[in-house]
């Protein structure tokens, strides 16, 4: 069984980096094909993709967000961690975990945690 | 990148047929079979229901349809039942090795 979950601060002070992790089961990174994403969701607004680690350690970025974003993966602990330095009332939004696998669904997201709010406010 | 292009809403009837457009560029859409669609009933966290264009993973019912032709991408729902009522989103791989969104659309049962 598949599970994801996000972990991480409710709310952060503007300019200050946020750190969040999100640690998975059912699966494993180490595995040909598995990647992790991870997606945002401004109250009432549209899903936007953030970023991107696979198996191999491929990293891919938003291009409106490279400068800002790092993730990372800690095999070992079934867990991926995003960065995102600068943080703006404007990052305010649902963050969310998903998990792809090449073999299976391709690029598609098969696997969503329920997501952890972040708000951005002094 | 720009998020793909959606209809902010659609609506119908139970049994009913609706249809859902995803429009990119010939950088998205147009590039690669690689959309796929998200349902998101309000409170919770996305769910799959279409990839590669037009494949269903195992589970979703066969109501849901997807098709593309040039630069957009169709979700279809037939025979739509009251539990169909959510935000959809569409998903494309862009030639920037990147992924961009659409801009959501909700689906209303009347």
């Known amino acids: 069984q598949v599970t994801l979950k996000e972990s991480g601060p409710a709310l952060v002070k503007p300019t200050q980096t946020l750190t969040l992790t999100c640690t998975f089961s059912g699966f494993s990174l180490n595995t040909r094909g598995m990647r992790v994403s991870w997606i945002r969701q401004p109250p009432g607004k549209a899903l936007e993709w953030l970023a991107r680690i696979d198996w191999d350690g491929d990293k891919i970025y938003s291009t409106s967000l490279k400068t800002s974003l790092t993730i990372s993966k800690d095999t070992s602990k079934n867990q991926v961690v995003l960065t995102m330095t600068n943080m703006d009332p404007a990052d305010t939004a649902t963050y969310y975990c998903a998990r792809s696998n090449w073999g299976s669904y391709d690029h598609a997201l098969d696997f969503w945690g329920q997501g952890t709010m972040v708000t951005v406010s002094s | 990148q720009s998020a793909l292009t959606q209809p902010p809403s659609v609506s119908g009837s139970p049994g009913q047929s609706v249809t859902i457009s995803c429009t990119g560029t010939g950088s998205d859409v147009g590039s690669y079979n690689r959309v796929s669609w998200y349902q998101q009933p309000p409170g919770t966290a996305p769910k799959l229901i279409i990839y590669?264009?037009?494949n269903r993973p195992s589970g979703v019912p066969d109501r849901f349809s997807g098709s593309k032709s040039g630069n957009t991408a169709s979700l279809t729902i037939s025979g739509l039942q009251a539990e169909d009522e959510a935000d959809y989103y569409c998903l494309s791989y862009t030639t920037r090795s990147a992924y961009v969104f659409g801009t959501g659309t909700k689906v209303t049962v009347l």
């Open positions: 590669d264009v037009s």
